[in-house]
C-alpha cells in the first residue's frame, strides 16, 4: 500500500507548477502539514504563502504533507511529503496549518501514522518539533496544548524572521533550550512553558509588504482553475457569532496596485483570480479593482459577498467571468435575529441582492443561514421559511439552502452563548424541512453531533486536550466518552458561561 501512496504523491506532484523540490542535505526541513485532503489544504493560502515563504529562506527546505491525498481515509499508513515522498517524521519540524476545529482529529491521525509521538511530553531528542498556527487553534489552543510544542496566536507574519532564526539550530540544540526560545519571540505559546501567563496575539499592519495568493498551481484542488489573492484581511461588520471577524481585527485592505501586480505575474498560468476577503464586497475599490483585472482579460471569482453592500459591477463581472453560483449569507431569517447577531443586514437587503442575481442569469443560488442562534425562536426558523419563499419568486433557478448549527467560539461575543440541544436543533431542522419540503429548494443541514464535537473543542481546556491523548483512534464519536472517563461532563463546554466565569483562553491578549 505504501507505494500506492507515494506513486499518488509523485503524481499530484507531476501535474502541479511552481512545486519546489530539492536536496535536504545541510538544510532545515520543515514540513508544512495540512490536517485534512490535498484538495482542500491547496485551496489554504496561508499553505500556499508559507510555502513560498520558508523555500524562500536560505538554510530551509520546505515540503507538504495532507492528511490524505485523495480524500479518502488511509487508516494506519504512514504519511509521506509531496515533494520528496519522505516519512513526514523525518522533518526538524512539522508546521501544522489548523482552520477547523474537526481538523485536530486528522492532527494526531497524521503524528500517530508518522510514528511522532502525539504528546508533546513524550517527544525526545531526535523527534521533530511540533508547530501549529491557524483560526482555530489560535483563538484557543487548549484543547491541542498537550500536543503541539509551540502555537503561534494570530498572524505569523510579523514573528515569521524571529521565529525561522530560532528555529535554524534545532537540530543540534537542546529541545528545551528551543522551547525556551520560542517562547520568547511575542505571539508564541508554549503551553509547558506560559503556564498561563499572557500571550499577545499578532497581527499584521500593512498587509502590501507580504503579498498573500497562490504560489503553486494545484490543477487537483478545489480551486485549482484559479488563482487566489486575499485582497483584505479582517472584518468591517464584527457579526457576533463570527470567529474569523473577530479574531483578524483589525480590518485590513491590500492596495489595488499590489494586488494587480500579483494577479499580472500569474498570468503565466492563470486565466482567472479568486479574490479572498471575509466579505469580497466590502473592498473599498472593489469596482476598480474587478474592471481593471477584466481589463487585463482575467475572469474573476470571488471567495464570499455580502448581501450588503452589494455593488451591481462585481456581480455583473462575476457573471461575465462565468460564474454559474451566486452565494449569500442572510445567517438568520428575521430581521430581528439578525439584528441580534449583528448581522447588519434587513429583509429588503436580501431581497434586492437576489433580484440582482437574478437577473444575470445565475444557474443556481446558495443561501447560507445558522439555526439555534443565542434568542432565536420557533418563529425565527418561520421566518427562514418565508424568506425562501419569497426568494423562490424571484429567482427562478435552482435555490439551495445550507443551514449551519450555531456554535459559541473563543474570542468572539457570543463566547459565553450556550449551544441549543440536540432536541431544539433537529425539531427546528423538521419544522424548516416540513415547511419547505414541497418547494424546489434543496435543504442541505450539517450535523448536529458533528457541531456539537465542534463545540467542545472550540471551547475546550486541558481536561479536552487529555482526552484526546487518550483516544485510541482519533474519532470525534470517541472524545465524549473519553472525557466521561475522566469524569468529565461533556456538556460543560456546550452550556453557558457566566459574566464572571475565567474563561481558558483569557491569556491571550488581543
Ligand atoms: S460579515 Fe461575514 S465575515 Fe464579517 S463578521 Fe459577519 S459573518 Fe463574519
Redesign the pocket.
Known amino acids: 500500500m505504501q507505494w500506492r501512496r507515494v506513486e499518488a504523491a509523485r503524481e499530484l506532484l507531476a501535474g502541479e507548477r511552481g512545486a519546489i523540490v530539492r536536496d535536504w542535505g545541510g538544510q532545515l526541513p520543515i514540513v508544512l502539514a495540512y490536517p485534512h485532503s490535498y484538495a482542500v489544504g491547496m485551496s489554504s493560502l496561508a499553505m500556499h504563502a508559507l510555502y513560498g515563504w520558508l523555500n524562500a529562506r536560505p538554510g530551509i527546505v520546505c515540503e507538504r504533507a495532507f492528511a490524505s491525498l485523495d480524500g479518502r481515509p488511509s487508516p494506519g499508513e504512514p504519511v509521506f511529503t509531496l515533494e520528496s515522498q519522505r516519512p513526514m517524521g523525518d522533518a526538524a519540524v512539522i508546521a501544522f496549518s489548523v482552520s477547523f476545529e474537526m481538523d485536530y482529529f486528522h492532527v494526531l491521525d497524521m503524528l500517530r501514522r508518522s510514528g511522532v509521538p502525539v504528546a508533546a511530553a513524550e517527544r525526545g531528542p531526535g523527534d521533530p518539533l511540533v508547530l501549529m498556527g491557524g483560526p482555530a487553534v489560535s483563538a484557543n489552543p487548549l484543547p491541542l496544548a498537550l500536543v503541539a510544542d509551540a502555537i503561534v496566536l494570530g498572524e505569523v507574519e510579523p514573528i515569521l524572521d524571529d521565529l525561522l532564526r530560532r528555529l535554524e539550530g534545532v537540530w543540534d540544540a537542546e529541545r528545551e533550550a528551543t522551547l525556551s526560545s520560542l517562547a520568547q519571540v511575542p505571539g508564541v505559546y508554549v503551553p509547558t512553558l506560559h503556564q498561563g501567563q499572557a500571550v499577545e496575539r499578532q497581527w499584521l499592519s500593512d498587509l502590501d509588504a507580504y503579498p498573500v495568493g497562490s504560489t503553486i498551481v494545484a490543477p487537483r484542488s478545489a480551486f485549482g482553475d484559479m488563482q487566489l489573492i486575499e485582497i483584505s484581511r479582517g472584518?468591517?461588520?464584527?457579526?457576533k457569532f463570527?470567529l474569523?471577524?473577530c479574531w483578524y481585527r483589525p480590518w485590513r485592505e491590500r492596495s489595488v496596485e499590489v494586488i494587480l501586480r500579483q494577479a499580472r505575474e500569474g498570468m503565466v498560468y492563470w486565466n482567472k483570480v479568486g479574490l479572498v476577503a471575509?466579505?469580497v464586497s466590502d473592498y473599498t475599490r472593489i469596482d476598480e479593482l474587478t474592471a481593471a483585472l477584466r481589463a487585463l482579460g482575467l475572469k474573476v471569482s470571488v471567495s464570499?459577498l455580502?448581501v450588503r453592500p452589494l455593488s451591481e459591477k462585481l456581480v455583473q463581472a462575476l457573471a461575465e467571468s462565468g460564474a454559474r453560483t451566486f452565494t449569500l449569507?442572510p445567517?438568520a431569517g428575521s430581521d430581528r435575529l439578525r439584528q441580534k447577531i449583528q448581522?447588519g443586514v434587513r429583509h429588503e437587503d436580501v431581497i434586492r441582492a437576489v433580484a440582482l442575481a437574478g437577473r444575470y442569469r445565475f444557474e443556481s443560488l446558495k443561501l447560507y443561514f445558522m439555526w439555534g442562534l443565542p434568542g432565536e425562536r420557533d418563529e425565527d426558523i418561520e421566518a427562514i421559511a418565508d424568506l425562501v419563499n419569497a426568494v423562490l419568486e424571484l429567482f427562478p433557478r435552482q435555490v439551495v439552502v445550507n443551514l449551519t448549527p450555531f456554535v459559541p467560539k473563543a474570542h468572539t461575543p457570543f463566547q459565553r452563548e450556550a449551544m441549543a440541544s440536540t432536541e431544539v436543533l433537529e425539531d427546528r431542522l423538521d419544522r424548516l424541512r416540513r415547511r419547505l419540503r414541497r418547494t424546489r429548494t434543496q435543504l442541505r443541514a450539517e450535523a448536529v453531533e458533528e457541531a456539537r464535537i465542534q463545540a467542545l473543542l472550540a471551547r475546550g481546556d486541558h481536561h479536552v486536550s487529555q482526552a484526546l491523548l487518550t483516544l485510541q483512534k482519533p474519532s470525534p464519536r470517541l472524545l465524549e466518552p473519553a472525557l466521561r472517563r475522566m469524569g468529565i461532563d461533556p456538556a460543560v463546554y456546550r452550556g453557558a458561561r457566566g459574566a464572571d466565569e475565567r474563561l481558558p483562553w483569557e491569556f491571550i491578549r488581543l
Open positions: 472584518c468591517v461588520w464584527g457579526c463570527c474569523a471577524g471575509s466579505a464570499s455580502r449569507a445567517e448581522k
